[in-house]
């Protein structure tokens, strides 16, 4: 048997903004956006594979009061890049929104962002 994790899901506000932020400013590719009669299945993956995320409209009290707070105010998603410096520069001139300046650790070069909801990811190249 072989398994992975193919989607991961992150609750939005609106289906439109969230594409618009995670395609134009984020640099994800739009996988897929279909209508489903009331709601819509939308996609986005960064340009290097891996897991897409599933952007999931809010419907219900509970999962409005999750926006932008789905690991409780830790790094929750981990964006890898091979080229940090240009997509830190292409990232912050697109209007990220990164929490701290660049830095060098063992591991590799990390910056934490928040998306346009707050979630925190780290930008990261490793070693």
């Known amino acids: 048997m072989s398994a992975r994790i193919g989607l991961v899901t992150l609750v939005v506000r609106d289906y439109d903004e969230a594409i618009a932020w995670y395609v134009g400013a984020a640099g994800f590719t739009l996988v897929e956006d279909t209508d489903q009669g009331g709601k819509r299945w939308v996609t986005v993956a960064p340009s290097g594979g891996g897991p897409r995320l599933l952007l999931a409209r809010a419907t219900t009290p509970e999962q409005v009061a999750r926006i932008g707070d789905q690991t409780g105010g830790r790094v929750g998603f981990f964006l890898h890049t091979d080229a940090f410096d240009a997509d830190h520069a292409r990232m ?4 990220v929104r990164f929490l701290e300046a660049p830095r060098r650790e063992p591991y590799g070069s990390v910056a934490v962002f928040e998306d346009l909801y707050g979630n925190r990811w780290d930008l ?4």
Do not use: T
């Open 92 to 95: 912050a001139a697109a209007g």
């Open 124 to 127: 990261l190249e490793q070693r």
